[in-house]
T-cell receptor, first 115, second 113 residues
Framework: DAGITQSPRHKVTETGTPVTLRCHQTENHRYMYWYRQDPGHGLRLIHYSYGVKDTDKGEVSDGYSVSRSKTEDFLLTLESATSSQTSVYFC??????????????FGPGTRLTVT | AQSVTQPDIHITVSEGASLELRCNYSYGATPYLFWYVQSPGQGLQLLLKYFSGDTLVQGIKGFEAEFKRSQSSFNLRKPSVHWSDAAEYFCAVRGGGADGLTFGKGTHLIIQP
């Protein structure tokens, strides 16, 4: 298994509070991703990073911010959590060759409940 | 924009029977295609991938998938399912860049004894 950990694994928080989720990798991969998984929606991309301090928005980025100060860590922050952000959050990592070929490997997920 | 459709939300198969899970994609060029499996409460595990070349790709756990450009499909197959194959299966597509994957909504596979 790819060396990806996510913390915390479970969190319950109140509406309006800030929340930060951490993804840590030991593979030294350049690319890192945050997805959310909701019933009936599959997984949707929130943000991704293509290097230290280099990030970009995904399909469902509103209400989320990210930071990557080191290769191994990619943080997802909910500045003011809302009930609609109750979800399971997955981190993924990848490397690509010159043809753009490569696969993404996923972490174990963080279950976030906003009450 | 790319998209993935998995027409079957649930599929029930008897143990030992063959399986085919459908996946249709929409993408302007040759896509990179993936199948992932997710057991309850777990993360996603990569079953197989297609980048180019042979349109029939083999994966782990006895799964295979066939890329059919004319039908924009990448269906997953297994000749004989086992009770341990019960899980959620996701098809995903990516273009040539480093963008994230676009996933289908998943197919929930139930195995009957």
């Amino acid at each position: 298994d790819a060396g990806i950990t996510q913390s915390p694994r479970h969190k319950v928080t109140e509406t309006g509070t800030p929340v930060t989720l951490r993804c840590h990798q030991t593979e030294n991969h350049r690319y890192m991703y945050w997805y959310r998984q909701d019933p009936g929606h599959g997984l949707r991309l929130i943000h991704y990073s293509y290097g230290v301090k280099d990030t970009d928005k995904g399909e469902v980025s509103d209400g989320y911010s990210v930071s990557r100060s080191k290769t191994e860590d990619f943080l997802l922050t909910l500045e003011s959590a809302t009930s609609s952000q109750t979800s399971v959050y997955f981190c993924a990592i990848s490397e690509y060759n010159r043809q753009g070929r490569g696969e993404q490997y996923f972490g174990p997920g963080t279950r976030l409940t906003v009450t | 924009a790319q998209s993935v459709t998995q027409p079957d939300i649930h599929i029930t198969v008897s143990e030992g029977a063959s399986l085919e899970l459908r996946c249709n994609y929409s993408y302007g060029a040759t896509p990179y295609l993936f199948w992932y499996v997710q057991s309850p409460g777990q993360g996603l595990q990569l079953l197989l991938k297609y980048f180019s070349g042979d349109t029939l790709v083999q994966g782990i756990k006895g799964f295979e998938a066939e890329f059919k450009r004319s039908q924009s499909s990448f269906n997953l197959r297994k000749p004989s399912v086992h009770w341990s194959d019960a899980a959620e299966y996701f098809c995903a597509v990516r273009g040539g860049g480093a963008d994230g994957l676009t996933f289908g909504k998943g197919t929930h596979l139930i195995i009957q004894p």
